[in-house]
Each structure stands twice: as structure tokens, then as C-alpha cells.
């Protein structure tokens, strides 16, 4: 194999960011691609193995993105290449609702194994996050014989009419798109920073209203299903206080409505368990997943309580492509490379060594404001200093020197100012220390 991890595991640059090469082949993406199609790097790239991501001018990247919490187990890790090298040549396509195949089946015993709870459980397939989402609210639909959806502040889940409807943040995902699909209630979001009440029983608070805004605006009775990301993802890695989620689960099962958790980008080892609802012992009655299901392949999956997921009709799920054998040759190869790996206790220890750099990070520096998130996703929250005044300038200026400096760093946050690392979790440890001092670096600068 000549990519992969087999690529040096180191950050090397050759050029300035972007290099000649890449700036020649922007222009050609600037004639090709649609201008609404955004770009966080101005490089293009030719490999990407382990944690470097290396481009057509021969820079080594250090990636701390992952390609937003996809390639959890390295890009082109080799179970995962091996595999799909295997299946491309078995076959490409059948369309698993008119011939099956084991690689289909294969993973949904594996999600319904490692997904929270003991019940059986039951599984489908589709191609992304959104569709996942999409799908499990047709399905709690359809069980329940209800039609509201309960979705969060900060939440998101997708670009598709439905999975827009409930994502919360305006721009850029939703801003003249409308209209969008009826029945979706916005409920407040614990949000420890920014929580007023926080100190002393924000979960209370919070929970309090969301529940009366359910019984006295929407009627417990008329809701399908709360939809809920337990740390929210682009929302700028909020985690909601203890007891929060478990709150929340609770009213769900006493007025039978469907609790699913979308953890599209919490899930397959990101944030220390294999699924973030575990730390609080949530059993959802539906999760999603995608994004770090497959090692880089597109696929998803909707999972949960056996009784719901069949109570579909025959044929009331599907699509020409959900569960393609690629990609399922992939999550095989990825789920893999997790257990034997070990990468959730991976996930832990890289995320002790990032939570300890960006607290002192934070003694430093008082345009951090927070610094928040669960085993190997973390997030610092940038702010006025002396204020909460969210900080979106001091981002875009440490954002962009890291990216001089060959550092990969997304942002996310629905006021655009926050900095999210979600480094691979193979990542070797002087790889992620070199790139948070670059990150110190970058701040002191801010
Ligand atoms: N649910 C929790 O994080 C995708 C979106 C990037 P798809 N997040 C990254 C962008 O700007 O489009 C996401 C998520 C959660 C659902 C989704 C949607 O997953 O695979 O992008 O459809």
C-alpha cells in the first residue's frame, strides 16, 4: 500500500499555504464548482493517511478535523482500504432491498450490539447523516401515529427540507431556503456558559421550561420524537449539564414519545465511549449514526428498540444506495480497527492531553472563554476578553495561522466562535502536541 498510514506521520511544509500548485487548481475549482460550496483549507490534496493530510504541493498537514469527525480511525486506515479493495472487486452493487448481501447485515448486528442498551434491537441503512435523521423521524412517526418533533437550540441535523427545519442556525444552512417542513418545535438548550442560572441547577431550570413549553404549546401527547445531539456538534461542542439528557429521556418514556439521539458526530468512539449517550447511561429508543461508521465511506444508520423499527410496512424504507456494500465493507473494516485499536480509550487519553493544554491555554489567554467537550472532542469558546461577547474575529486569525503553520483546525459555534478539534484517533501523540502549541501559538497572536 502506498498511502494511508503509511505516510510519514509528520507536519512538513514545502511551500507557503496554499502553494503554487493548489493555487492553480482553486481557480480551476472556482470555474467548476458551484460558489456555494465552502472550503475551511485553500489546499488541495493528493493523500491522506493517519493524522497528516499532505497536498498537491507536497505539504504535510496536520489534520485536526478529521474530516469533521469522519475518519476517526485515520484516513485510509488499512482494514478499512483492505476490505473495500476486496469488495470493489467481489461487486459493486446489487441494491441491498432487491438482492441482499452479508456486508449489509453484518453491520447492522454490529450497530445493534454496540449502540446503548441491552433490548433488541434493529437496524437500517442509508447513505448520510441527514437521511439517517430523516428516516428516524418517519419511523417514530409512524409508531407513534404523532407528528411533532422536538428539536433543540444549537442543534443540527442536516440540509435536507426536513433535517433543515430542524437545524437551528440560520446562516448559512437555512437563510432563503424556506419554506420548510411544519410540526418542528425549537426547544431551549442547556448550555452551561451561557446559562445564567447555570451555577446552581441549571438542568432544572432549562428542563423545567422545555417541558412546559411541550405541555402547554405543542401537547405532550401530539409529539413523535425529541431529536437531540447529546454534545452538540456544530453548535460549538456543547455539552448540557448532568441530568439534563437524562431529564429529558425520562419525560420522553413517560409520555411515550420516541427519544433519539443523533449522534452523527458523537458517535464510533469520538468522545470516549463508543457512543457519547452512554456517560449518563441514556438508552435512546432510536440513535443515529454516520460520519465515523465507515472510515471516510458514505454511510449511515438508524438503530434502535426492535418493536419500533418493524413497525414499518414493507418497503417503507430504503433507497438505491443505502448500505451500498462498499461502504459497508468499510464500517466492517472501521468498527474493526475501533475494538481492536482500542480507540475509545484512545479517544480518553487524547482527550485528557487536549482538555489539560486548553485550560492552560485558558489561564493565558482571556480571549477564551470556555473550554468544554468529551474525551477526543474539545472546544474553546472565544470571547471578549472580560466578556461573553463572542469573539468570531480572534477565530478567523487563529484559525488562519494554524493553517500557515500547517495545522488543520475547524471552527463551529452558532455565534462562529468556536475552535473544535477532532483529531483522528490514531493520531500519534507528537503529532496532536506539535499542533496545540501551534494553537497556543495562535492565540497569543489573536
Ligand atoms: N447530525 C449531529 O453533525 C453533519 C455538516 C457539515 P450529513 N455535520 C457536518 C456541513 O456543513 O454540511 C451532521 C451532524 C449531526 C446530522 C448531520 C448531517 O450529516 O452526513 O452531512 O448529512
Same mark, same amino acid.
Request: hydrophobic share 40%.
Given at each position: 500500500?502506498?498511502?494511508?498510514?503509511?505516510?510519514?506521520?509528520?507536519r512538513?511544509l514545502?511551500t507557503?499555504?496554499?502553494g503554487?500548485?493548489?493555487?492553480e487548481l482553486?481557480?480551476?475549482r472556482a470555474e467548476?464548482v458551484s460558489?456555494?460550496l465552502?472550503m475551511?483549507i485553500?489546499v488541495?490534496?493528493e493523500?491522506a493517511g493517519?493524522?497528516?493530510?499532505?497536498d498537491?504541493?507536497?505539504n504535510?498537514i496536520?489534520?485536526?478535523g478529521? /474530516?469533521i469527525?469522519?475518519?476517526n480511525?485515520?484516513?485510509?486506515?488499512?482494514r478499512?482500504v483492505?476490505?473495500?479493495?476486496a469488495?470493489?472487486?467481489?461487486?459493486t452493487?446489487t441494491?441491498?432491498m432487491?438482492a441482499p448481501?452479508?456486508?449489509y447485515?453484518e453491520v447492522c448486528?454490529?450497530?445493534n450490539?454496540?449502540?446503548p442498551?441491552?433490548?433488541?434491537?434493529?437496524s437500517?441503512l442509508f447513505n448520510?447523516g441527514?437521511?439517517a435523521?430523516e428516516n428516524?423521524?418517519?419511523i417514530?412517526?409512524k409508531?407513534?401515529?404523532r407528528?411533532?418533533?422536538v428539536?433543540f437550540e444549537h442543534?443540527?441535523?442536516?440540509?435536507?427540507?426536513?433535517?433543515?427545519?430542524m437545524?437551528?442556525?440560520n446562516?448559512p444552512?437555512?437563510?432563503g431556503f424556506?419554506p420548510?417542513?411544519p410540526e418542528?418545535?425549537?426547544?431551549p438548550m442547556?448550555?452551561?456558559?451561557?446559562?445564567?442560572?447555570?451555577?446552581?441547577?441549571?438542568?432544572?431550570?432549562v428542563?423545567e421550561?422545555v417541558?412546559h413549553k411541550?405541555e402547554?404549546e405543542i401537547g405532550?401527547?401530539?409529539?413523535?420524537?425529541?431529536?437531540?445531539?447529546?454534545?452538540? /456538534?456544530?453548535?460549538?461542542?456543547?455539552?448540557?449539564?448532568k441530568g439534563f439528557?437524562?431529564?429529558?429521556a %425520562?419525560?420522553?418514556k413517560d409520555?411515550r414519545i420516541?427519544?433519539?439521539?443523533?449522534?452523527?458526530?458523537?458517535?464510533?468512539?469520538?468522545?470516549?465511549q463508543m457512543?457519547?449517550?452512554e456517560?449518563?447511561?441514556?438508552v435512546?429508543?432510536?440513535?443515529?449514526?454516520? %460520519?465515523?461508521i465507515?472510515? /471516510?465511506?458514505?454511510?449511515?444508520?438508524v438503530? /434502535?428498540?426492535a418493536?419500533?423499527?418493524d413497525?414499518?410496512?414493507m418497503?417503507?424504507?430504503g433507497g438505491t444506495y443505502g448500505?451500498?456494500?462498499i461502504?459497508?465493507a468499510a464500517?466492517?473494516?472501521a468498527?474493526?480497527?475501533?475494538?481492536?485499536?482500542?480507540?475509545v480509550?484512545?479517544a480518553?487519553?487524547?482527550?485528557?492531553?487536549?482538555?489539560a493544554?486548553?485550560?492552560e491555554? %485558558?489561564?493565558?489567554?482571556?480571549?477564551i472563554g470556555?473550554?468544554?467537550g468529551?474525551?477526543a472532542m474539545?472546544?474553546i469558546?472565544?470571547?471578549?476578553p472580560?466578556?461573553?461577547d463572542p469573539?468570531p474575529?480572534?477565530?478567523a486569525?487563529?484559525?488562519?495561522?494554524c493553517?500557515q503553520k500547517g495545522?488543520?483546525?475547524l471552527?463551529?459555534?452558532t455565534y462562529?466562535?468556536?475552535?473544535r478539534l477532532?483529531?483522528p484517533?490514531?493520531m500519534p501523540e507528537?503529532l496532536l502536541?506539535e499542533?496545540?502549541?501551534?494553537l497556543?501559538?495562535?492565540?497569543a497572536?489573536?
Open positions: 500500500m502506498t498511502s494511508g498510514p503509511h505516510l510519514p506521520q509528520e512538513k514545502v507557503s499555504i496554499p503554487p500548485k493548489s493555487q482553486i481557480k480551476r467548476a460558489a456555494a465552502g475551511a485553500p488541495v490534496v493523500k493517519g493524522g497528516v493530510i499532505v498537491v504541493d507536497g504535510s496536520i489534520d485536526m478529521a /474530516g469527525a469522519v475518519v480511525v485515520g484516513n485510509s486506515a488499512n478499512v483492505k476490505n473495500v479493495q469488495q470493489v472487486e467481489a461487486f452493487h441494491c441491498f432487491i448481501y452479508m456486508g447485515i448486528e454490529a450497530l450490539r454496540l449502540t442498551g441491552t433490548h433488541k434491537k434493529k437500517a448520510s441527514a437521511e435523521v428516524a423521524v418517519k417514530a412517526r409508531f407513534t401515529n407528528q411533532a418533533v428539536v442543534g443540527y441535523h442536516g440540509r435536507t427540507n426536513l433535517t433543515m427545519a437545524t437551528a442556525k446562516m444552512y437555512k437563510d424556506g420548510f417542513t418542528v418545535y425549537r426547544m442547556s448550555y452551561p456558559f451561557r446559562c445564567d442560572s447555570c451555577s446552581s441547577s441549571c438542568e432544572n431550570s428542563l421550561t417541558i411541550i402547554k405532550a401527547n401530539n409529539v413523535a420524537c425529541m431529536v437531540i445531539e447529546p454534545i452538540m /456538534g456544530e453548535g460549538g461542542f456543547i455539552v448540557p449539564c439528557l437524562p431529564g429529558l %425520562k419525560f420522553c409520555n420516541l427519544f433519539v439521539a443523533d449522534e452523527v458526530q458523537t458517535g464510533f468512539a469520538r468522545t470516549g457512543f457519547a449517550c456517560d449518563e447511561g441514556i435512546p429508543d432510536l440513535i443515529t449514526t454516520a %460520519k465515523g465507515a472510515g /471516510g465511506l458514505p454511510l449511515a444508520g438503530t /434502535g428498540r418493536d419500533v423499527m413497525s414499518i410496512h418497503s417503507g424504507l448500505g451500498s456494500p461502504a459497508c464500517a466492517l473494516g468498527i474493526a480497527t475501533i475494538e481492536e485499536e482500542k480507540l480509550d484512545r480518553k487519553e487524547l482527550g485528557s492531553l487536549m482538555s493544554a486548553l485550560n491555554m %485558558k489561564k493565558k489567554y482571556p480571549i470556555d473550554v468544554r468529551r474525551g474539545q472546544a469558546e472565544l470571547v471578549v472580560g466578556s461573553k469573539n474575529a480572534a477565530l486569525s487563529a484559525i488562519k495561522y493553517q495545522v488543520l483546525i471552527s463551529a459555534g462562529g466562535n468556536v475552535i477532532l483529531p484517533l490514531v507528537h502536541k499542533a496545540l502549541e501551534i497556543d501559538e495562535s492565540l497572536q489573536a
